[in-house]
């Protein structure tokens, strides 16, 4: 078959730049990649074909102008290319074909959509890369990788290591998926409550390390935030009926919606108490309010929804002190019995402050002084050393700040505890 | 495509079993996996105060000891191979295995494949 077959005569035969074609490969290379896996069995010929399938639009495209319909060339490319590949290399189109029969073996090939269109195989992508098998390291590094688009030396820096580092791990996981055969496929019915967890915890991960970074200069990393949603978009669209896929997606949109307000220019963290709400994203707030309904109707609440309708009270109120905080509580109170952890009880004695008194917040929180799991999880010492501060009891205040100052992680938020640390010992 | 279910036990009772599990429940699994058609082969080992370790050094020359003996809290009990389109339908057969109920554990290694 003729390449310029496919080509027509779309608009922008003045040639688009080599950004607005990265944008549209963005875009594709998942579904390309999810497509391409299931058609050939295999991750790693997928991968090779999807590249050279962009190295030959990027070629063509900014000479003839992207073909009207990007996604179906760029797809008939990468197949010829499989194809040739697989004739060139007889021995492993034999261990592929091998591979297929088993694979038809264990449940039969989805048909293409009704609009002739290739069905969007994503899901099983999305499923095998966080296969419980591998790494929960590899699980991000794989969805980074397949699904969100992300180069191997991109995921090396959202994970802060190395690019060989980072290379060495998705050879590694590949090679497993590989060769102990980690199926592409979505789990049944029976299966799915147990293994969707483990996908949305992955997309979670991803969100929550841009929102709050671990280490580094910077306080937040809106990349890696803005990829999460992406990623959780796909999953939306993909699992229309799954509340708490609709839970995440709201959660991270109500807390991502704050990101202007969160830091000064100077990368100073702002608390929630102190943020100037008019910088909040409004539209992104309405989208996440309309999602947590969703969320939360149709059936019991999960975790993420639950935790979404505590950002999007956040989000509805003017300020701090006419925050609904009886009903954050509430919410907290639910979120203890689905997914009790000592965070969660820090965040809740943070909300009964707010209710009921600094007293009584702080007297919940010195319950959780024993937890080994907030020994070294800075947001403790910050929560007592606030609600000291409150009370006036300033050399204890002082004394958890300086204990805060140990275990933050980032350049801000050890500025932040410096500057209230200042202000207490020397009265400013 | 072949996997090896290596069958470790934990707590082993005075008889060298696996404590949770009994032999009925063992011949239920056996009869299970061979009648779904997927039994390549399987055996459980003798009692482990029953091994011989053999090593032979560079000069050749040969060193018998008796063990090794249960200094490690998991114990190879046994094991399967079985032929299954891939790694989650063997998880499926390891998990319905009563060696890995309690204190045991089932590890699940697929066979290499030298395209023979």
């Keep these: 078959m003729d390449e310029r077959g496919a ?42 074909v999807t590249a050279e399938a962009i190295e030959a639009a990027l070629v063509h495209w900014p000479v003839d102008g992207v073909p009207p319909r990007p996604g179906a060339w760029l797809m008939t490319t990468a197949r ?123 997309v979670y991960s991803i969100f929550t390390e841009g929102y709050a970074a671990s280490s580094g200069p910077r306080l937040q990393r809106l990349d890696l935030a803005e990829e999460a949603i992406r990623l959780a978009r796909i999953l939306r669209a993909l699992l229309p009926d799954e509340r708490e896929v609709a839970g995440l997606l709201a959660l991270m949109l109500l807390v991502h919606a704050r990101r202007d307000a969160r ?111 907030l020994r070294s999880y800075h947001p403790y010492p910050m929560a007592r050393a606030d609600l000291l501060g409150r009370l006036g009891r300033w050399p204890e205040a002082a004394a958890a700040y300086r204990e805060a100052l140990e275990s933050a992680g980032t350049e801000p938020e050890r500025a932040h505890l410096r500057r209230r640390l200042d202000a207490i010992e020397h009265g400013g | ?8 036990s934990g707590a082993v009772d005075d008889n060298g079993g696996a404590a949770e599990c009994t032999v009925a429940d063992w011949q239920a699994y056996d009869e299970e996996v061979r009648g779904a058609g997927i039994w390549v082969s399987g055996e459980s080992l003798a009692d482990l105060v029953t091994a011989t370790t053999v090593r032979v050094g560079p000069d050749g020359a040969r060193t018998v000891t008796d063990g090794p003996f249960a200094e490690t809290r998991e114990v190879l009990g046994g094991f399967y191979v079985i032929d299954v389109p891939d790694l989650d339908v063997a998880l499926d057969w390891a998990a319905r295995c009563p060696g890995a109920r309690g204190s045991g554990s089932v590890v699940v290694r697929p066979i290499a494949d030298f395209g023979g």
């Design chain 1, 263 to 373: 830091v000064t220019p100077q990368d100073h963290l702002v608390l929630l108490q102190d943020q100037d709400r008019g910088k909040w994203d409004r539209p992104m707030i309405e989208e996440g309010r309309v999602l947590v309904l969703a969320a939360l109707t149709g059936g019991p609440a999960g975790r993420y929804g639950v935790q979404a309708a505590i950002a999007a009270l956040h989000d509805e109120a003017a300020d701090v002190p006419t925050t609904d905080w009886p009903q954050v509580v509430a919410l907290y109170d639910v979120l203890m019995t689905l997914a009790p952890s000592p965070v969660v009880a820090l965040n809740r004695a943070v909300a009964v402050a707010m209710r009921d008194g600094p007293a009584a917040g702080l007297a919940l929180l010195d319950d959780l002084a024993d937890e080994p799991r």
């Design chain 1, 80 to 202: 010829r290319k499989a194809v040739d590949r697989l004739r060139r290399d007889q021995a492993y189109a034999a261990r592929l074909a091998i591979l297929q029969v088993e694979a038809d073996r264990a449940g039969p090939v989805p048909a293409a959509d009704a609009d002739g269109g290739l069905p969007d195989e994503r899901l099983q992508l999305f499923f095998t890369c966080a296969h419980p098998a591998l790494a929960a390291e590899d699980h991000t590094a794989l969805t980074l990788r397949c699904l969100a688009g992300l180069t191997t030396p991109e995921v090396a820096r959202a994970f802060l290591v190395p690019t060989a580092t980072m290379a060495k791990r998705i050879v590694r996981a590949k090679k497993k998926i590989r060769e102990a055969r980690i199926p592409f496929r979505v789990p049944g019915p029976d299966e799915l409550p147990a293994r969707l967890p483990g996908v949305l915890q992955v």
């Design chain 2, 1 to 8: 495509m072949k996997y090896l279910l290596l069958i470790n």
């Design chain 1, 7 to 48: 080509h027509g005569d779309g608009p922008g035969v003045d040639g688009p730049g080599v950004d607005a074609v990265a944008a549209v490969f963005r875009e594709e290379r998942g579904l390309l990649l999810a497509a391409l896996t299931r058609r050939f069995g295999d991750l790693d010929l997928a991968e090779e």
